[in-house]
Antibody
Framework: QLQESGPGLVKPSQTLSLTCTVS??????????WTWIRQSPGKGLEWIGY???????YYNPSLESRVYISVDTSKNQFSLSLRSVTAADTALYYC????????????WGQGTLVTVSS | DIQMTQSPSSLSASVGDRLTITCRAD??????LNWYQQKSGRAPNLLIF???TLQSGVPSRFSGSGSGTHFTLTISSLQPEDFATYYC?????????FGGGTKVEI
């Protein structure tokens, strides 16, 4: 199971920070990449990027300049930072377990709504 | 980026109907195509991966087919719990991308 946590309101130009806690299994597995996906009415479902438990990452080029994903294996958590946010970053953010061989999204958190507003 | 186009964007159906949703990729993605169901207020749920492999626990009335650029999701006999939005997703090339969704309404 995955559970997102973090502020639901972020001011424009600031940094959005979310954490995902993985329970019922170890984050230190070769079976999954740990992924962030967001969903907004305007842009639909958008894949943000993933991290492997050893620390390697891959980001969507459309967000790469502002995104950072990290992992803390001791806490079974991974985190998302998105810098310089605007209203366009308002979305429901999901943390997801992504199959590491076929790249489908096998396990989803419930999602957390982040609103960018002053 | 690979563009995924679903059709129709919405449809009305009745319990017991046979339903087919189409997903097209703008380039060849072999069978790297996955389908998800999303109910209102919930996260998407994986139905099918690899174009035609049913995820464990998914009812057999769901099936998927296709390869290359043209794919379909079929529900053989629509049940009340199947009214939802369905998304396709390509896993052939990063960045991974989704279709715009098909909303199935009563």
């Amino acid at each position: 199971q995955l559970q997102e946590s973090g502020p639901g309101l972020v001011k424009p130009s600031q940094t959005l920070s979310l954490t995902c806690t993985v329970s019922g299994g170890s984050i230190s597995t070769d079976d999954y990449y740990w992924t962030w996906i967001r969903q907004s009415p305007g842009k639909g479902l958008e894949w943000i990027g993933y991290i492997y438990f050893r620390g390697s990452t891959y980001y969507n080029p459309s967000l790469e300049s502002r995104v950072y994903i990290s992992v803390d294996t001791s806490k079974n958590q991974f985190s998302l930072s998105l810098r310089s946010v605007t209203a366009a970053d308002t979305a429901l953010y999901y943390c997801v377990g992504q199959d590491s061989s076929r790249y489908f999204f096998a396990s989803w958190g419930q999602g957390t709504l982040v609103t960018v507003s002053s | 980026d690979i563009q995924m186009t679903q059709s129709p964007s919405s449809l009305s159906a009745s319990v017991g109907d046979r339903l087919t949703i189409t997903c097209r990729a703008d380039q060849n993605i072999d069978t790297y195509l996955n389908w998800y169901q999303q109910k209102s207020g919930r996260a998407p749920n994986l139905l099918i991966f690899g174009a035609s492999t049913l995820q464990s626990g998914v009812p057999s009335r769901f099936s998927g087919s296709g390869s290359g650029t043209h794919f379909t999701l079929t529900i053989s006999s629509l049940q009340p719990e199947d009214f939802a939005t369905y998304y396709c997703q390509q896993s052939h090339t990063t960045p991974l991308t989704f279709g715009g969704g098909t909303k199935v309404e009563i």
